[in-house]
């Protein structure tokens, strides 16, 4: 990170006159101001962070019923001791000046304030209406990756055990759904086999397109220091565009042409294979190979007109199976052959020769092996493929589930893994890894919810996109929106706002803790607690579970939202859901939902060891152990002696090779709109800035979203920094400052806008095409063309 004088002042400031690591990491005992705050606190407590999936261990110092400071927690081993500065300012999200106090309904274009019991019987008959008329199918429930372990599970048990209806998903759909299908095709069971402890074991890491000096700012420094240790740890930075993650120290940096990655994988394949880099004594054991379906189309509705669709190369979308097909390596070999380096070199702008190196590099025996991937893979209308192709990587060399050699997919919300993956918040799924549409599985679920089998639909819910198709046709009449912010965040966001509000017997309650662009769209605002004014539990990217308890009380009449989800069911007459008698309800929720996991390779301790250990343990957990590497032998309890490896979550025990060929996305630059659109984070904000930006230092720091734009499209184009600049696709959009340059550089052909500022609503411009196996929308790339506004 490259700062000038100003930057570096105004980054000092945002830290609070702390010292910034050149990853964004605030150094220990560098704190000037806060050793202030700190001296002012009465007592610590200890939580996670409640920003990113990297979950960081705070200790919050509190006073007189406030968070008055944090300190990164020592014991913890995923930060020991640093934090961010995301983390560094979170005594001050809670105290927002316009932070909602008590319940508001929407009267004509004004909200007014209406009590609590006014509030949940409104919604209680909303949704009761909807259901009587028109089934349990026409409503629904859209939760988030922040939401806590409990709340994401009794919201689950509401409605796929109350309601009766599957309409229940998450913001990780548009988030780690790939990296899920990922998983699950390659592995069969979800969640990395590695963890944050490889970063300290390996000797080669490749990054490929993650932005993680920005938007997992721990891991980028424990990665740097290790290399700053460490003359032999090689840096491979994959990227769409110069960004912090590509500066010094990396080795290598690769800037590839926006989705050309399914193709430098493969490539990188044909490298490993004809050279002979393969582990053929690992490949025997514990892979076998298949192909599945192609050209399975992008997700967007044939009856749906998009502004001169006729002009575009989007196919039609299609329901999908993947019907597998399992292949010999030789077949796999001659479905390389197409990949030469040179015909990667083609689609993907890079040199033939620095595939080749990157390649031998990843298949050296000597080297081990660390791959990280964020929304650069998941965002990606062939997501799920690209997921299995790096994993392809790892399974050729054997450089898989073992300290130091890791695929380690990065998930983004701070219980993306913990919430809605583990407990099974989603349309298709139910906790524990299981799925609505199986038998066997709706059975134990039933049991363990102690309801009727027959309460638990067989039909998956509609998982996001279509969920807001479905409220934009009107089949979904009633919808409660709870810790995201969809009305910014989801793709072509113009469409689903206008589809919001079309009126009838549509009706959508958000519960939120501060003014934001969902709300604005609401029908009715619950005010909400958040973080430490509740007690909740998350679960990070290396399985790791933690817990905090309550420390301080919401403002005014904010409410927790298990709180909500039990009083909704109460006025369902579903209240006997959540009866546990005399015990606490989030200890006797996590109870319950424990005995999903419990022998299915999946363990969590019990909540008392939770809510005591800093944090947290990483699953399976058992015999009061948590696991490092899953799958091996010596570190996996589910792995009996002599097996050395056993990929447990298939049938066969074998890892799948998916032969997945290069087909080009859903759209691409053409003559009327000659350039890339990527969108993505920058280190200050948090997803749509509702919280960060009532951080006043955070503010400052990143004022507004710019248009980072190419010195040569810049130049043709008489834009300079600056200067305001129409972003515009097919769909919408945008006015937004332009930048030359600075934090990142875009290759020419491609701009970037960051989509946490609602006055560059960046999201009216991007497409809703998505990966047809996961669901998962495309952010990563569209079509624009800019001129000076
Ligand atoms: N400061 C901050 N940190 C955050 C968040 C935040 O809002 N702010 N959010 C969290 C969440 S939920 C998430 S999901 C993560 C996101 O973390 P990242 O995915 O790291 O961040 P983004 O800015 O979304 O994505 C930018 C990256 O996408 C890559 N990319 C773009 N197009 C392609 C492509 O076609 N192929 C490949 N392989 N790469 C491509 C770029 O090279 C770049 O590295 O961040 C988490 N951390
Ligand atoms: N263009 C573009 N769009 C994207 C992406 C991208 O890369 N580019 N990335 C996508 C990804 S990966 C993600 S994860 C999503 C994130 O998208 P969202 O989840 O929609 O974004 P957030 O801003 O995190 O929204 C969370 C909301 O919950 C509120 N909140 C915070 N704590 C609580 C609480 O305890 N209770 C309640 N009730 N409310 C609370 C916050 O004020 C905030 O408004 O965005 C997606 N959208
Ligand atoms: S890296 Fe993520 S979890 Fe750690 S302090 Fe920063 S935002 Fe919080
Ligand atoms: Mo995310």
Redesign the pocket.
């Known amino acids: 990170m490259k700062l000038s004088r100003r930057e570096l002042l105004k980054t000092l400031a945002g830290a609070g006159a702390a010292i910034v690591s050149a990853s964004g990491a605030i150094l220990p005992g560098s704190v000037g101001q806060a050793e202030a705050a700190e001296a002012a606190a009465e007592s610590w407590e200890k939580s996670p962070c ?1 920003f990113c999936g990297v979950g960081c261990g705070v200790l919050v110092g509190l006073r007189k019923g406030k968070v008055v400071a944090v300190k990164g927690d020592p014991e913890v081993p995923v930060n020991r001791g640093l934090l961010c500065i995301k983390g560094y300012s979170l005594p001050k999200i809670l105290y927002g000046r316009d932070r909602y106090k008590v319940p508001l309904l929407r009267q004509g274009n004004k909200f007014v304030e209406i009590s609590w019991s006014q509030a949940l019987d409104i919604m209680a008959s909303k949704f009761k209406g909807a259901i009587q008329a028109h089934g349990p199918e026409s409503v629904a429930a859209y939760f ?3 939401t806590t372990v409990f709340e994401g599970y009794a919201i689950n048990k509401l409605m796929k055990a109350g309601i009766g209806s599957n309409n229940l998903e998450g ?2 759909r ?2 780690m759904a790939s990296a899920v299908a990922g998983f699950f095709s390659t592995f069969g069971m979800d969640e990395p086999m590695g963890c944050y402890d490889d970063i300290e074991l390996t000797d080669t890491f490749f990054i490929w397109g993650s932005n993680f000096a920005e938007a997992h700012p721990i891991l980028y420094s424990r990665m740097m220091e290790r290399k700053h240790q460490d003359a032999n740890v090689k840096i491979v930075s994959l990227q769409t565009f110069l960004n912090r993650s590509s500066d010094q120290p990396a080795d290598i940096v690769a800037i590839f042409k926006p989705h050309s990655d399914l193709a430098l994988a493969n490539a990188m394949a044909h490298v490993i294979v004809k050279e002979g880099l393969i582990n053929e004594a690992f490949i025997q054991k514990h892979v076998t190979f298949k192909k599945g379906l192609t050209e399975i189309g992008y997700g967007v509705e044939d009856n749906f007109e998009y502004g001169g669709a006729s002009e575009t190369s989007w196919k039609t979308y299609k329901p999908f199976t993947d019907k597998a097909q399992p292949i010999s390596f030789e077949e796999y070999k001659t479905f390389l052959e197409t990949y030469t380096p040179e015909y990667a070199e083609k689609l993907s702008g890079l040199p033939a020769d620095t595939i080749r190196q990157i390649a031998r590099l990843l298949g050296d025996p000597k080297r081990k092996a660390v791959s990280c991937w964020t ?1 650069g893979f998941n ?1 990606h209308v062939r997501g799920t493929w690209i997921n299995n192709l790096v994993y392809n990587l790892h399974l050729l060399t054997g450089k898989i589930a073992e300290p130091g050699n890791s695929p380690l997919s990065l998930t ?2 701070p219980s ?1 893994c913990g919430t809605t993956r583990e407990a099974g918040v989603l349309s298709h799924t139910l906790p524990g890894g299981m799925f609505v549409a199986n038998p066997e599985h709706r059975k134990k679920t039933a049991q363990i919810w102690n309801v009727p089998v027959e309460k638990i639909s067989p039909r998956p819910g509609y998982h996001t996109m279509e969920m807001f198709r479905a409220l934009d046709r009107g089949d979904i009449k009633v919808m409660w929106i ?5 009305f ?4 072509h966001v113009g469409r689903y706002r206008k589809g919001a509000r079309k009126g009838g017997e549509r009706f959508i309650v958000v ?4 003014p ?1 662009e ?1 709300a604005r769209h609401a029908d009715l605002i ?1 005010p ?4 430490v004014e ?1 007690e909740g539990m998350f679960g990070n990217t290396e399985r790791r579970t933690q817990h905090w308890f309550k420390m301080v009380d919401p403002p005014g009449e904010a409410k927790d ?1 298990l709180w909500q989800i039990v009083e909704l069911a109460k006025r369902l007459d579903m209240g006997h859901l959540f009866a546990y008698g005399e015990e606490p309800l989030q200890k006797a929720l996590f109870e319950e939902y424990r005995k999903f996991g419990l022998g299915s390779g999946k363990d969590l301790a019990p909540y008392d060891v939770y809510a005591k250990v800093r944090g947290g343990l990483r699953w399976p957990v058992v015999e009061g152990k948590e696991t490092r590497w899953r799958y091996r032998e010596g570190f996996d309890p589910y792995v009996k002696k002599g097996e050395g490896v056993r990929f447990y979550g298939q049938p066969d025990g074998r890892a799948v090779i998916w032969a997945r060929p290069y087909e080009p996305p859903a759209e691409q630059p053409d003559e009327k709109y000659p350039l890339w659109l990527t ?3 920058v280190l200050e904000h ?6 960060t930006r009532r951080v006043l230092e955070l503010h400052r720091a990143a004022p507004f979203a710019p248009v980072w734009i190419n010195a040569e499209d810049a130049g043709a184009l008489g834009i300079k920094t600056g200067d305001p600049v129409r972003v515009q696709s097919r769909r919408g959009e945008v006015i937004a400052k332009a930048q030359v340059n600075g934090r990142n550089t875009v290759p020419k052909g491609v701009v970037f806008v960051p ?1 946490f500022d609602e006055n560059v609503l ?2 009216l411009v ?1 497409l809703d095409a998505y990966d047809p196996i996961s669901k998962q929308p495309d ?2 790339k569209c079509a624009v063309r800019i001129e000076k506004a």
């Open positions: 409640r988030s990756g922040q913001n990780p548009l988030c929304m965002q983004g919300q993306a709870n810790t995201t912010n969809p910014q965040t989801l793709p519960s939120e803790v501060y934001s969902t619950l909400s607690a958040m973080w509740k939202d969108t993505g984070r948090w997803h749509t800035g509702t919280i989509f960046i999201n991007t952010f990563k």
